[in-house]
């Protein structure tokens, strides 16, 4: 039986996708003994610190405010279990078990590097928690993102020290209970430890890494079911013709042109209006590559730039060498909140013009599509009020976007006077992510209902398919009925990616390939 693949802990490099492997266990992570040396020289470098009485911060200083307040020697371990206690100020609904596992799985690479001082136990302690699915409890708010997300990486390892409460085997139990049932003992940290552990920008990375993941199958989403409403209103094929963008070459255009072509050839549809009267399309239809590409150039930026922040020491001070140690602002959050600020409003435009093709749809501007997407209106409201949702969806969207990075307010009485509020722009980016979903789902419902009236027209073999697909879980409104229960079964089919799965496979079975710049850059992450 092969063995499941595996991930060398501060040596591989780290990606959005393995780090979502290891967070749902596809793939193991190890240190080699490589890794174990660096990682034991390192924690040596700081021993002799202590030892020789060199004053350094967080080794042998207080912290923030108090870093020039020293710590004796004998003091140096309570120092550091007092800062766990002392930071864990988090606040609101704790965050997802999985985004929790995933700062867990940043964290241990990033003190894996060697530069951080942290004790082999300590390491191995911590992969004990990711390898048997005992994840700490994290609040959601506290963090102002810069020397690093202190209040949830305290609330993170407080375990490691007896206290906290984690999830376990389906429970919410005290970190008490769950050493009593494995016959573990809290950790004594050592000088600089407790500070390696916070100091961090893991918060934010795990808020990047599912932005990635999510709003990557939101775009890949929105080109499928825009193809969709295109052929269902009678669009033009023009606006996605190679010619035209080779001369505005921006990669995500051109990606996105190139998976539009893909999905509409040898659409019946499209031959049956080749020689129609109308000019041009509204921009919802007609601007689909420059919208959807200028998001994807957005998320290409935001996993560039993630890539290099998931592979990075950020915690405080870094330990060079014997005779180098660096007190500098790796933790500050700033890369990241504004990438993850400008993801967000990447995000927001794809729900807002779903939201606009929703509305065109229900206009019944084009040739055989009934107003409001139903025959009998009058008695029946059609798809009439799923455009309010949509609309109230993409409204909060953009409330949401005003950026989190814009802001600063100076703490620990001075010491950090600017810092990045990262942690929010992550949150505010995942809260506009999953609206889009729903506006998506709802556009899905709503292009398939104007598809129908296409037949018995053929589209592309993909689009065929997906509408047949669909059907088996949404039936024709050819009356009203509760919508809501549409949309559900809409949402489940997006963040499910079945669709998009559905249309690799048929994609593979035809033996079709995407006519599609940028592939490896746009479609892996």
């Not at 992570?29 to 390192?42: A, D, I, M, P, T």
Request: glycine content about 8%.
């Amino acid at each position: 039986m092969a063995k499941d693949p595996t991930f060398q802990f501060g040596e591989d490099h780290l990606t959005a996708s393995i780090a979502l492997g290891l967070a749902q266990g596809t793939i193991k992570g190890v240190f080699s003994e490589k890794c174990l040396q660096h990682v034991n020289v390192s924690y040596q470098r700081v021993q002799r610190i202590v030892e020789k009485g060199n004053t350094v911060y967080g080794i042998n200083t207080g912290f923030g405010p108090l870093c020039n307040t020293k710590i004796s020697k004998e003091d140096t371990k309570i120092l550091q279990s007092n800062i766990l206690q002392s930071h864990s100020v988090g606040v609101g609904d704790p965050i997802s078990t999985e985004l929790a596992k995933i700062m867990l799985i940043l964290k241990i690479h990033a003190l894996s590097k060697g530069f951080s001082g942290i004790a082999e136990t300590t390491l191995q302690r911590m992969l004990w928690h990711l390898d048997n699915d005992a994840i700490p409890v994290v609040p959601s708010q506290g963090s102002v993102g810069a020397s690093g997300d202190l209040a949830p990486l305290s609330h993170l390892f407080l375990p490691l020290i007896g206290l906290g409460k984690v999830e376990y085997q389906g429970k919410t139990i005290p970190t008490q209970e769950l050493f009593k049932q494995n016959g573990l003992q809290p950790l004594d940290l050592g000088p600089k430890e407790g500070l390696a552990l916070i100091n961090g920008t893991q918060f934010i990375a795990a808020h990047g890494v599912m932005v990635v993941h999510k709003l990557q199958h939101c775009l890949r989403h929105a080109d499928i079911i825009g193809a969709m409403m295109l052929e269902g209103l009678q669009g033009s094929m023009k606006p996605f013709f190679e010619e035209l963008h080779q001369l505005r070459p921006f990669k995500g255009n051109q990606h996105v042109a190139g998976r539009i072509r893909t999905l509409l050839q040898g659409s019946e549809i499209l031959e049956d209006h080749i020689d129609c009267e109308r000019v041009q399309d509204p921009y919802s239809l007609r601007c689909m590559p420059q919208v959807h590409g200028a998001s994807r150039n957005t998320w290409l930026h935001l996993k560039e730039l993630l890539e290099i922040e998931l592979n990075s020491v950020t915690d405080n001070p870094v330990i060079i060498n014997d005779e180098l140690t660096i007190s500098g602002g790796n933790f500050h959050g700033q890369p990241l909140a504004m990438a993850l600020d400008y993801a967000a409003l990447a995000a927001s435009e794809i729900g807002n013009i779903s939201d606009r093709r929703i509305y065109l749809a229900l206009e019944g501007n084009s040739p055989g599509v009934p107003k409001l997407l139903m025959n009998d209106t009058g008695i029946n409201s059609g798809y009439m009020i799923l455009q309010y949702t949509t609309a109230a969806l993409a409204s909060e969207n953009k409330s949401l976007c005003f950026p989190a990075s814009a802001d600063s307010i100076p703490t620990s009485l001075g010491q950090e006077d600017h810092v990045s509020m990262g942690s929010i722009s992550g949150r505010k980016a995942l809260n506009i992510i999953n609206n889009v979903e729903k506006i998506l789902a709802i556009e899905l419902l709503t292009a398939a209902q104007a598809f129908e009236y296409r037949k018995p027209l053929k589209s592309g073999v993909v689009l065929d398919e997906i509408h047949t697909f669909l059907r088996t879980k949404v039936a024709f409104a050819a009356n009203d009925r509760v919508f809501a229960d549409d949309i559900e079964k809409g949402i489940e089919i997006i963040q499910n990616h079945e669709i998009i799965d559905l249309v690799e496979s048929v994609m593979k079975e035809k033996e079709l390939t995407w006519d599609a710049p940028h592939l490896d850059e746009f479609e892996t992450y």
